[in-house]
């Protein structure tokens, strides 16, 4: 409490010091004659300090740059988008239903699927939002150093931030340093989490622009305290809705002894040297590239004493789960543009994986070995094209020689019509195995150890959009799915409903594979409606599931609509956007969260109900920071909250929630 009220006043102190330095800095440029009738005295000479006079960059000058060399620059304008961000993932998640606590995970109210998938994952998807990837690195170019401070208030004796400092120590030479911390007690026994996300990289050029270099570290370590969720009578309380409830940690949970981390480390390096160089004479390039990239994580499940909602173990107490994966990628490239031809790129990728576990073990039902490894090699190419309002874009990828089979394929095709209007659409199919964590598990429970010989997936996804910059956009996605991958339950045949002390549970999780099609529709719309200082922005999303619907489950349809004010203050020292946010999903049987392999679980016997929740939010732009003011669920005040996230998992209550991206140019 006493850091909550101590931020608060150094934010207060901030506002009021940055305002005053407005209106003095305003003070100042206003005529003699005018300032002596406001009565402004001139300031002496021993009050005149040096004046630098130097003309500062402009933002554009602050490039931000992607992996695929896609470039942007720095943003420190105050939206409703950037709003929709401010979260602990720092992405929009209208597709997302967050569980009570920061970093304790989202409940998937649509699905979403990775573009180039032609190897396994890892597994332990519920982590998998809170992990930075390869594309979500960038690299920057910056004339002067920039630092990015991101803060936000979290649950009970913890908070969010992200730091992040960059600079060009030559011009063709810069680094980059960050780390994000999430740290939460939480509001319900034993949901402590504690993340941390150190990020580092380097950009160069060499001085004839031949030589391009780009490389990045990543280590990241998630930690979940986990519960199991509330018992059956602590649901019943919640539900109740009486005062006596009203302090969550009086709930009881299933247990309170178990915590899961996932550890991930990556190196990746990208480096080419142009053979030909464009210029105006030639307009052609060629040049011959290398990435590599190392991945090690490392999954980790421990539990003092053994819960009977997994059912039998090998050790009553102390249990200890340890995965560990390895994975070593090297892609040697060739690639050239011309003015005509476009671009094109030819590609080979050599990969070597190791997971599994330090021992065997012989079961009734076979043996479960202690490791997958190999080696896959794959080919491929890409092609570029830009030609009167055409843009195309295709990358396809195939497997080659190696134990997992895949391949993936990707085209993106748009038109801009005029500078409001664009349409286009894309193409994304692809092969790839199972999940590791689903092929290969050991635990000392006994019910989560397996080992399958998985089909091949198969997706493929065809979306049409329309993009109008006034009317809005508008996208439609088809989605087809073979031998779908998934968790779920199992009867235990131990169990006996009849029994007043059950001591087992009904249900297990196992992996499963669904044979038959599944079939989807999506369909996104998304607007913004002005009218003079008050704007609506809405999106609505609608799907229906047309087969596979027993292993496939999203919400029918999901609407977003915020209603705020925006308008310049103080003589335009301060931008501010207030108003509400409005989000609501229809009822659905969403997938479990399962803690022992930090996955979700498919079950068809809960329905999560459908509910809507309201934030106020208060926002404003000083300079170059952005200060974030937001009561979170708000109706939960005057009415009681029984809403879920997942079965066993209530949703947050109402909470006062407050920070701020400040943004230095040096």
């Known amino acids: 409490m ?59 000058d602050y490039k931000i740059i992607s992996v695929r060399n896609d470039t942007s620059y720095v943003d420190t304008t105050l939206t409703i988008y950037k709003h ?36 396994p994952g890892f597994g332990t998807e519920a982590r998998e939002n809170y992990l930075y990837k390869v594309d979500d690195i960038h690299y920057y170019n910056v004339p002067t150093p920039l630092t990015e401070l991101f803060f936000k208030t979290t649950f009970e004796q913890g908070q969010n931030l992200d730091a992040f400092f960059t600079s060009n120590i030559a011009p063709n030479i810069n680094f980059s340093l960050a780390y994000k911390s999430i740290s939460s007690l939480g509001k319900y026994q034993h949901t402590r989490t504690r993340h941390g996300n150190f990020r580092t990289t380097v ?86 590239g290398h990435k590599l990239s190392f991945t090690d994580k490392e999954f980790r499940f421990t539990q003092a004493r053994a819960s009977l909602l997994y059912g039998d173990t090998y050790e009553d107490t102390d249990l200890f789960d340890e995965t560990e994966f390895q994975n070593l990628s090297n892609t040697l490239y060739l690639d050239y543009t011309q003015k005509t031809l476009g671009n094109i790129q030819f590609f080979a990728t050599h990969t070597n994986y190791r997971y599994g576990y330090h021992r065997k073990l012989q079961l009734d039902t076979g043996i479960i070995p202690n490791y997958l490894k190999g080696d896959v090699i794959n080919v491929g190419g890409v092609y570029k094209k830009h030609l009167k309002g055409i843009a195309l874009n295709t990358e396809a990828a195939y497997n080659v020689s190696g134990d997992y089979k895949g391949y993936y394929l990707l085209a993106d095709a748009n038109y801009t019509v005029d500078s409001l209007f664009t349409l286009g659409a894309k193409i994304n199919m692809n092969a790839h195995e199972a999940s590791y964590t689903k092929q290969l598990y050991q635990s000392d429970y006994v019910n989560y150890n397996w080992y399958n010989d998985f089909k ?71 607007n913004k409606l002005n009218y003079a200082k008050f704007s609506l922005e809405n999106t609505l999303l609608y799907q229906n599931v047309l087969e596979g619907e027993e292993v496939y489950k999203v919400s029918d349809f999901i609407t977003r609509n915020s209603l705020y004010y925006s308008d310049y203050w103080f003589d335009k020292a301060l931008y501010l956007q207030t108003g509400v946010t409005f989000k609501y999903f229809t009822s659905f049987y969403a997938d479990n969260y399962d ?58 209550d109402f909470v006062i929630r407050f920070g701020l991206v400040w943004n230095f140019f040096l």
């Open 2 to 60: 006493i850091r909550t009220v101590y931020i608060s006043i150094c934010i207060v102190f901030f506002i009021s010091e940055t305002l005053t330095g407005q209106v003095l800095g305003a003070a100042r440029e206003i005529s003699g004659e005018r300032r002596g009738e406001l009565g402004i005295n001139e300031p002496s000479e021993n009050m005149q300090g040096v004046i630098d006079k130097r003309e500062k960059p402009p933002v554009t």
């Open 84 to 119: 929709y961000k401010y979260n602990s993932i720092r992405k929009d998640d209208v597709e997302l239903l967050p569980f009570a606590n920061v970093g304790q995970g989202y409940t998937r109210l649509a699905h979403q699927f990775s573009e180039r998938k032609h190897l």
């Open 203 to 288: 950009n160069y050029q060499s001085k004839n622009n031949r030589y391009d270099l780009k490389t990045h570290f990543v280590s990241q370590s998630l930690t979940n305290q986990e519960n199991g969720g509330l018992t059956t009578l602590s649901t019943a309380q919640y539900l109740l809705g009486s005062k006596e409830y009203k302090d969550r940690s009086v709930l009881d949970v299933n247990y309170n002894d178990a915590e899961n981390r996932l550890l991930s480390k990556r190196f990746f390096l990208k480096h080419d040297f142009k053979l030909i160089q464009s210029d105006s004479i030639s307009q052609q390039r060629l040049k011959v």
């Open 456 to 526: 091949s997936e198969k997706e493929q996804h065809i979306e049409a959009y329309i993009k109008h910059n006034t009317i809005g956009s508008l996208s439609a996605q088809v989605s087809q799915l073979k031998d779908y991958t998934y968790f779920g339950y199992v009867e235990n045949p131990a169990y006996n409903p009849n029994a007043q002390d059950n001591l087992e549970p009904a249900f297990f999780a196992k992996p499963f594979q669904y044979h038959k099609n599944i079939k989807a529709l999506k369909l996104k719309f998304n």
């Open 595 to 652: 803690a022992v392999i930090a996955d979700y679980v498919v079950q068809n016997n809960t329905e999560l109900e459908g509910f809507y929740t309201a934030d106020l939010f208060f926002n404003a732009k000083v300079r170059q920071t952005r200060i974030y003011f937001t009561l979170e669920n708000f109706p939960t005040i005057f009415t009681n909250n029984g809403n879920f996230t997942a079965q066993g998992q209530p949703y947050r």
